[in-house]
């Protein structure tokens, strides 16, 4: 029998039929992708692919406490259900009390498609965007530039049934674009990167005509040293900065003492960490940045538990006009830390610049300072400080009284984004964009352009 033949719902409703277990969490994650790929001008491959995840989540109580056990294969069938819960079962009972243990959520809670078919994508949803890119490779041609890059697109139906009477689904599109310009003689690159749910939101002709922007800029070399320069942060790079800092921001950590938000006896909840009256929030109601709008959690582990597996989230505001407001929690870690339950959600959005204040005009209101494109290989130094290093790439710029007038070497940098928001003297407008480090696991932001007077590039990078 076909992987494709079984209904989500079915295979849900069967694995909890099957359960022996105290309490059982079973979710399905049915997932299509369609992409393309060009290089210097062309199209080179193009594909569309389809597969099931499912995971069970057995919970047997003890006398020393509740155990949960933890299984997921791919491509499974009905067929082959029975032999996949008792394994979950057989962990759980071969594991020692979990200490997240919490009763499984409960609320008998029913989405009305559940038991509808999967969301799917396929080549059609590049119906308009690969026509509009085939005349952006002819502009490209006919401007002496090289276009290379890929566009990819992924529906993932969620379902999650519990032994509570849980019945939730999810639908969540991903498209993610990244399209570098070259030189014909390969001295000069460029990039830019959208996030889309449809591909009707991107442009291939606005992004080739900023790309040929940008390797003009680069036709004149200006090298400089190592040092701290006032820096203009496109919203991509305050995106992967800023994510880094969302994914560091556990409540238990914090309250242990183990983190940039811990302070002695406590966290700095409440405490202002910027002059900006900037809001670093999570919506996943937001328009065009939607995410699930309860906990989907496939294993335990830092500030996610299977326990919580269907607990609603709503808006959250991490930071609230400068002062940090909340911090990641499960059911457990907050009832260990008194802090409120506030589990992660799957977007990030930062707001409070100003609206009306484009890139473009930062960049005509500096004095002397640099422009970035993007960052990456982003790594982590010191956790007490969230100190970050990391290079730049794919185009330094300098600007000089409003201008950009040439591009500069890569730089290594060093720095934190909490102290980079706290030394932040001007945000501009908010807009969705793509992180480039963090692209492969988190898409949904929206960010401005930040103004740091200060940024430490520690030293001269070769990277590209």
Known sequence: MSVRSNKPHEIVERALELSRADGCVVIADEESTANLRWAGNALTTNGVTRGRTLTVVATVDGRQGTASGVVSRSAVTLDELEPLVRAAEAAARGAGPAE????????????????????????????????????????????????????????????????????????????????????????????????????????????????AVRLGWAGRRVELPAGRYETLLPPTAVADLLIYQYWSASGRDAVEGRTVFSKPGGTRLGERLGELPLTLRSDPHEPGLE?????????????????????????????REGELHRLTTTRHSAGLTGLPVAPAIGNLILDGGDPGLSLDEMVAGTERGLLLTCLWYIREVDPATLLLTGLTRDGVYLVEHGEVVGEVNNFRFNESPVDLLGRASQAGRTEK????????????????????????????????
């Open 100 to 211: 997240d243990a919490q009763p499984l959520v409960t609320g008998g809670a029913v989405a009305p498609d559940f038991t509808d078919a999967p969301a799917e994508t396929s080549s059609a949803v590049f119906a308009d965007f690969a026509p509009a890119l085939g005349e952006a490779f002819a502009r490209a041609r006919a401007g002496g530039r090289e276009l290379y890059g890929f566009a990819n697109h992924e529906m993932t139906s969620t379902y999650v049934g519990t032994s509570t009477g849980l019945r939730l689904r999810h639908d969540q599109p991903n498209g993610t674009l990244e399209l570098n310009a070259k030189s014909p003689d390969r001295t000069r690159s460029a990039w830019a990167g959208r996030a889309t749910r449809d591909f009707k939101d991107v442009d291939p002709a606005a992004l080739d005509a900023e790309l």
């Open 433 to 464: 964009t793509l992180p480039r480090e963090w692209g492969d696991w988190f898409t949904r932001a929206a960010m401005p352009a930040l103004r740091v007077p200060d940024i430490n590039m520690s030293s001269v990078s070769q990277g590209v």
């Open 291 to 319: 995410s699930a709008p309860f906990v989907v959690a496939h294993s335990s582990g830092g500030d996610q538990s299977v326990f919580d597996n269907g607990l609603p989230v709503g808006a959250t505001d991490w930071i």
